[in-house]
Structure formats: C-alpha cells, structure tokens
C-alpha cells in the first residue's frame, strides 16, 4: 500500500503457492497469503506454519521448508545445479491439493489471525476452474475461504459483490460473503513495481494499515477502486467551497472563510467559533433546526438581519439573512446533527424511539426511488413490505389456534383411555358371562324338547 507513486508505506508478507489440480489452460491455481507484520514474531509463526503444511511424493513426504524444498529441487536437477537452483527447482514442483491446503489453513489460528487469502481470479486461477464444469466445486471451495480476489477485470468485481449476473443474496449464498478484489503490480522484477498492466492501479479508501486492508472484507465495493486515476470524489453540488458573512452589525468582521471539498471536522479551542460556523452554514443549507440551546439562538440579538452566504463546489450560492428568512423554506440540500441533537438521540429516555427513526429516515433516503413501492416514509414502505408477512403470520396463527383446540381434544380422549379400556374389560367379561348363561339355557331347552318328543 502506498500513497503517491513511490512513496511506500506498509510493507508486508505475501506468499504465493501454486495449487493443484491445473486449470482449465494447463496452470496451477495461484493462491495467496497476505500476511500481517504487526506481530513482531510474525516471521517465526509463519515458518512454525509453512513446516505443517507438506506434500506426499511416491519418495517421500516433503513440508515447505527451505531444507524440503532443497531436497525435493536436487531430485530434479543434476548434481552440478547451484544451491539456489535446486531450492528454486523445489519451490516450483511444491504444488499442494486444494483440500489439502484449504484444510491446512483452517487449522493454522496464527494465520486465520494474522493473515488474509487472496486467490487468483484470472485464467491462473477462478477462470480457468470455471471454464471446466468438472472443476466447479474447486472453485466455490476456494472462493468461500478465500477472503479477497486478485483481479482487476470489471465483470469478475461486480460479480463476487452482487453487482454482476446474480445478487447479492444468492452470492452470499453460495460463498458465504460478498468479496472484494484488489489488484497488484505482479512485479517478477524491480522495474515493474508499482508499474502495473495498463495503469491498473488499486486504490483502497482506508489507513495505510493491515487492519485498513481488513476493512475492505466489511465493505467490498465502496473501498476499493482499480484504475489509471483514484475515483471521483462527491459531485460538486456535494461539497461545499466556502462560506461569506455580511451585514452583521459588528457580531462580526465581514468573513469569507474557504471551505475544502473534503471537509470532515472543525478544529479549534473551545469557544473559538466551531459551533458557530457550523450553525451558519447549517442555516444557509436549509438544515438548522430552531434550538434554545444552539448558538445562533443564544445570539439571536446580535445576529439579527446578519446574511450568510453559502457557496457550492459547483459555483451556485444560497443566501439567507438571520432573522428574516424561514430556514424551512429553503431546501435542505444537507443534513445538520448538532450537538444538542446527538445528545438527545443518545439520552436514555428517546433512544428507543427518536434514535430509531432516524436511523429509519436514513434508510429510507438511501433507497433508490424505484423501489420505494411509493411509499412517503420509511414506515409506509415497511407495511408494504410486510403485509404478506402479516397476512401469512396471522393465518399461522389461527391454524396454530385450531391445531391446539384439537391436541387438547387429544389430551382429553388420552386421559379418558385408561377408564375407556376398564369398561371395555368388564362389559368383554360381562359379554361373556351372559353368552355362557345363554349357552346353558338353549341346552336346556333343547333337552326338554327331546323329552316331549319322546
């Protein structure tokens, strides 16, 4: 990572293996471990790790060690090869299964701490498992683990971020995140650092830090931009260039103050002014909230008849003249969270509702206007949503009504079995002794009948 063309600013590990099986094209699957430098011990974890991690050859078993892969380079070459050529020759044909590794990784917890997976997107890597159907679970396994991509193609970006052919449901789905790609200099020599393939330059919007590389796993679209130029910034009417106070009947020495584009704090001594200036341009954006507690209405006396000019990085102005203008006729072009309203939202009493619909309102801003259902409020657009889910809830309520009625009918028939089976004992035996008896007297009868006949 770096800021400015040569300026380096972090440095950091990054190991590539080649991974079996071969790609579509013949080639390795190109993974990489990114690896933190924070801890001061990294460099004793990692090779503590790369020793666990081994290969089975019909001669032997052979961990990625320097000593290993020297052997396994020897095997290879002629006893006249160089000691750097044997060991270059062994890292070559260390080629490890993606099981294999992937399996090896998960078991690592220094490494699934200190490091990131970055896996080859291009025909050295996802493309080329891709292009053969026989390599497709390959491929999901790998994206899943995998923490980024190294790829620099436009479609393979918006695809793992849910932008491409499928969303980003369906993506989470399958690989379990939303991926960010980063793309790199793939220098093999010194003329090439920094210098990557046409300008293709990877720009992260975070600190020059290994936790600031993290970031991109969090937000895997808005972070990260690769191209010959860093990405535009916010459209002028966005931003603001600067702001112009007059007519102020002495409160204040005529002010023009610039503004930068990228403005995110106001620094200054307490009671330099900070609350004041904030005050003002939230008055002439259209976004200042009457407040007993806020400077402009301490000061309102004093204020009174004062203009406050706001000037747009596109070059337009709105004016408005303290006392005089409603605030709220002008349209709120920004946002204004004062301290007393930040306060507010954060006191015990309001958090659980004044809190929440903000939090709403941003939400529902956010939500592009095709798919707002035409709803006016963040409310209205969660009834619309949910009203299947409320028919459907109450549906399963009345069916689970019903199922209870009966189980109870259920429960009821099973306490009476006992007594049911008693009774079905004595009128079986009852049954019984009234067919003998029936017996008996048909006999005789019978015997009488043959008497009389004699």
Request: aromatic letters at 6%.
């Amino acid at each position: 990572m770096a800021t400015g063309a040569t300026r380096l600013v972090l440095v950091f590990p990054n190991i590539e293996f080649r991974l079996a099986p071969m790609t579509a094209k013949g080639q390795s699957i190109n993974a990489h471990l990114l690896i933190s430098p924070d801890d001061p011990n990294h460099v004793s974890h990692l090779i503590d790790a790369l020793g666990r991690l081994s290969i089975t050859t019909p001669k032997q078993t052979v961990s990625c060690t320097y000593t290993n892969l020297l052997s396994l380079g020897r095997g290879h070459l002629d006893a006249t090869a160089t000691e750097e050529a044997c060991y270059r020759k062994g890292v070559e044909q260390f080629k490890v299964d993606v099981s294999a590794f992937l399996a090896w990784y998960e078991k690592e917890r220094w490494l699934q701490a200190n490091s990131l997976l970055v896996v080859a997107g291009g025909n050295d890597g996802l493309a080329g498992l891709r292009k053969d159907s026989g390599f497709r679970q390959y491929h999901d396994d790998l994206v899943s683990k995998a923490d980024m991509l190294f790829t620099a193609q436009l479609t393979d970006r918006e695809y793992y971020v849910g932008l491409g052919d499928e969303d980003a449901e369906h993506i989470e789905a399958r690989y379990g995140t939303l991926k960010p790609s980063i793309h790199g200099s793939d220098a093999h020599d010194l003329d090439s650092v920094l210098r990557p393939q046409l300008d293709r330059f990877c720009w992260i919007k975070a600190a020059p830090t290994f936790d600031g590389l993290r970031q991109l796993l969090f937000e895997p679209w808005e972070r990260v931009h690769i191209g010959s130029e860093p990405p535009p910034g916010p459209e002028p009417d966005q931003t603001l260039s600067g702001i112009r106070i007059t007519d102020h009947a002495g409160w204040f020495s005529t002010v023009h103050v610039p503004l930068s584009s990228g403005l995110c704090a106001i620094i200054g001594e307490k009671g330099s002014g900070k609350t004041a200036l904030a005050d003002m341009i939230a008055l002439a954006a259209g976004a200042w909230e009457d407040n007993q507690a806020s400077f402009l209405s301490k000061a309102s006396e004093h204020l009174e008849g004062a203009t406050v000019e706001l000037e747009w990085g596109s070059g337009r102005t709105t004016t408005v003249q303290v006392g005089s203008d409603d605030p709220a006729l002008f349209p709120a072009d920004v946002r204004y969270l004062s301290q007393q309203f930040v306060e507010r939202l954060c006191s015990a009493d309001v958090l659980a509702l004044e809190l929440v619909r903000e939090v709403e309102r941003v939400v529902f801003d956010h939500i592009p206007p095709s798919e707002r259902l035409n709803s006016v409020n963040f409310d209205d657009l969660r009834r619309k949503k949910t009203n299947a889910l409320v028919v459907e809830r109450d549906e399963i309520r009345q069916l689970l009504s019903e199922l209870n009625e009966q189980l109870e009918q259920y429960r009821s028939q099973k306490e009476r079995l006992p007594k049911l089976r008693s009774d079905l004992k004595l009128k079986q035996a009852e049954e019984k002794r009234l067919q003998d008896r029936i017996g008996k007297l048909v006999s005789q009868k019978a015997a009488a009948a043959a008497e009389v006949v004699q």
